[in-house]
């Protein structure tokens, strides 16, 4: 098959819908599939294809994380699309260039597959005044069951977005894929111990120091103030746990003034941005990873972590109860109590640690590049045949 994804935020960006689409792209090329990834490029002043990717001219949306709002319509972009018969397009963005696939998939008369990534009614205080925030979030509702109601087949990262769906006024069946990782990335056995021991130099971390990480945007949705007040309600001089907040975001400074506030200087470490191919070595530093946010639907940085080895401290997201199993990849929490309970539950037992951390990276596995891939293709094939399109070009 010849296979458009269409998305408005691709590497070099780093977020959990750019690493998803890189994911499936490598996948769906790995079993077989010629794939073009269409996406807004602030960096480009024309359109440019190289390597399978397709940039096109954007600007940038400094509000919303730098990502790049392109025009729906281009000749340009029609014409380098024109020399690429697509069998399938994949949106994974609802706006600019998703609706630009949105479009073509009409066009064509090819299936057009959408996949819900981002709730975006928690997103509302990026685009719109305090006042506004109401009929903002019923107008985002609104598009986003529109948006769904245009696509033959919706794929959601867990189901959550079933339920997001109904809130927006869209009745459609969500296809339950999770979320993929590297595993040919983050693998312990990948790991440059020196590298370690520079970032742990550079981080002030000690050898007797049992590390908790978070990864992820500095953002109101993220809740790491949240995680803060947790990690400070028991915490005590010398005692050798260290938090990691790795990322950077509009919260930063916040952020950092607020751990001052709460007497954690000494014992929080913000790193900043990390370009993606170091987070390997990120994690190799730590000993769990914890988030208290309750706004991901299948956080990639969280699966990166477990492939690492890194049991989840989770907080408890009724509407979101997959995504960490008690026991076997992680602890769930409600309260600062039960928080601290699960670090030293594991920090004191060595028989927790090495059975947790291997049952941890056993349910990573499953969640590899050539699963979501074969998953993802079904769907392709399932549409293909709807429309009578046969398995054409299918490895």
Request: aromatic share 8%; proline share 4%.
């Amino acid at each position: 098959m010849n296979i458009g994804l269409f998305t408005d935020t691709y590497f070099p960006q780093i977020n959990g819908v750019s690493t998803h689409v890189k994911t499936l792209k490598e996948g769906l090329e790995g079993i077989g599939h010629q794939v073009l990834v269409v996406t807004a490029d602030t960096e480009t002043p024309v359109h440019h294809l190289e390597d399978g990717v397709l940039r096109c001219p954007a600007v940038k949306l400094k509000r919303i994380y730098g990502y790049g709002m392109a025009c729906i319509h281009s000749m340009d972009r029609q014409r380098i699309l024109n020399d690429f018969p697509l069998d399938v397009i994949h949106v994974h963005t609802e706006f600019g260039i998703g609706l630009s696939g949105e479009e073509n998939a009409r066009r064509l008369g090819v299936p057009l597959i959408y996949t819900l990534h981002t709730m975006w009614d928690q997103y509302i205080h990026y685009i719109a005044p305090y006042n506004f925030h109401s009929f903002a979030r019923e107008m985002t509702r609104g598009y986003i069951g529109y948006f769904a109601g245009r696509a033959d087949e919706i794929i959601g990262p867990s189901m959550k977005v079933q339920g997001f769906l109904s809130i927006c006024g869209s009745e459609k069946k969500v296809n339950v894929i999770p979320n993929a990782v590297e595993l040919d990335q983050f693998s312990c056995e990948l790991v440059d111990l020196q590298a370690v021991g520079l970032l742990k130099k550079d981080y002030g971390l000690l050898p007797e120091d049992f590390v908790i990480c978070f990864c992820g945007r500095l953002g109101k949705e993220k809740s790491v103030d949240v995680l803060l007040d947790f990690f400070a309600a028991y915490h005590r001089p010398n005692d050798h746990i260290k938090l990691l907040i790795v990322g950077e975001g509009p919260l930063h400074k916040a952020l950092e003034e607020k751990a001052g506030r709460l007497g954690l200087t000494d014992s929080v470490v913000f790193t900043g941005g990390i370009a993606h191919e170091n987070m390997r070595e990120v994690y190799a530093c730590c000993n769990l990873y914890a988030t208290a946010s309750k706004s991901e639907v299948n956080s990639v940085s969280m699966l990166e972590a477990m492939a690492m080895g890194l049991p989840v401290l989770h907080i408890l997201d009724e509407e979101n109860p997959g995504q960490v199993t008690e026991g076997v990849n992680g602890y769930i929490f409600r309260t600062p109590e039960e928080f601290h309970s699960a670090i030293e539950r594991f920090r004191n037992n060595r028989e927790e640690q090495v059975r947790l951390r291997a049952s941890t990276i056993e349910s990573a596995r499953l969640a590899g590049q050539e699963t979501l891939a074969r998953r993802v293709e079904a769907i392709y094939l399932r549409q293909l045949l709807l429309a009578g399109r046969g398995q054409k070009g299918v490895s």
